[in-house]
């Protein structure tokens, strides 16, 4: 009888069970490999775990590194770098409380010059007023002296009737709304009215005053004053209190050609 042929399955290098690279599990060697290819959440887990107490370690390798800096010292080493660090801190507070009595001292300068900046200003508009420099316009009083037919006012009453108002505190006269008058103002009598710093001004004459227009008033007003000298002549006089009133006169002003000031004062 001839002999019966081997089937596949019965040859025993083809068995599953005779093949080690298939069989189930694996060696060990393949159970890593599939491991690290495919890790599973517990071995994630720990790694996490592993990373974070490694860095942990490490950190706290460096601030023992960084303490140690200090363990080496001896005593009188640490007192001396204590010593260090109050001489720096009492340096640094001797600074500050130095820079804040400049800043105080910058802050009371700078008011103080804005201060006698602001007095000089005011001090200049007030002799600007005064100098008759600049126009102005304030409370007041007008007179209105109107001349008669055979009379003229004469140049000694108008030469009073401007210094009583000087002496009551007139800060700004106006003559006819032509001329300005002030200290130096030159007064003349010429025919067909007065020349006063060069200009005619002819009758009848209005002088607007800015000051207190019931003190104005009084100085033209008392017995034997302007009123009475200007009613002496033969002219009338006529006063009006004004609640304001402009003065829009000026004069030049003139440089001083051999005065200067004082540098001592």
Do not use: C
Not at 142 to 159: F, H, K, P
Request: charged share 30%; glycine share 10%.
């Amino acid at each position: 009888m001839p002999e019966p042929e081997d089937r596949p399955e019965d040859r025993p290098e083809d068995r599953p069970e005779d093949r080690p690279d298939d069989r189930p599990g694996g060696t060990g060697r393949d159970k890593v490999t599939r491991a690290a290819l495919r890790p599973s959440r517990r071995q994630l887990v720990v790694a996490v775990v592993l990373a974070l107490v490694g860095y942990g370690v490490v950190v706290q390798v460096r601030a023992t590194d960084a303490d140690s800096d200090y363990d080496s010292l001896r005593q009188q080493d640490l007192i001396d770098v204590l010593n260090g660090l109050a001489g720096t801190t009492q340096r640094t507070q001797s600074e500050i409380e130095r820079l804040t009595r400049t800043r105080e001292q910058l802050l009371d300068e700078t008011s103080a010059r804005g201060t006698a900046l602001q007095e000089a200003r005011d001090e200049v508009d007030t002799l600007a007023v005064l100098a008759g420099l600049v126009p102005v316009t304030g409370p007041g009083i007008r007179i209105t002296i109107t001349e008669g037919a055979e009379a003229e006012v004469s140049l000694s009453s108008m030469l009073d009737l401007v210094q009583e108002l000087r002496t009551v505190g007139a800060e700004a006269i106006q003559l006819n709304g032509e001329v300005r008058v002030v200290a130096q103002t030159s007064l003349e009598d010429v025919e067909g009215g007065l020349l006063v710093d060069g200009t005619l001004v002819e009758a009848p004459y209005v002088v607007d005053v800015i000051g207190e227009p019931g003190v104005l008033s009084g100085a033209v007003e008392f017995a034997l004053g302007p009123r009475a000298q200007i009613e002496g002549d033969g002219a009338s006089l006529q006063v009006t209190e004004l609640g304001s009133l402009d003065v829009d006169a000026v004069v030049e002003q003139q440089e001083a050609e051999y005065a200067v000031p004082d540098p001592d004062q």
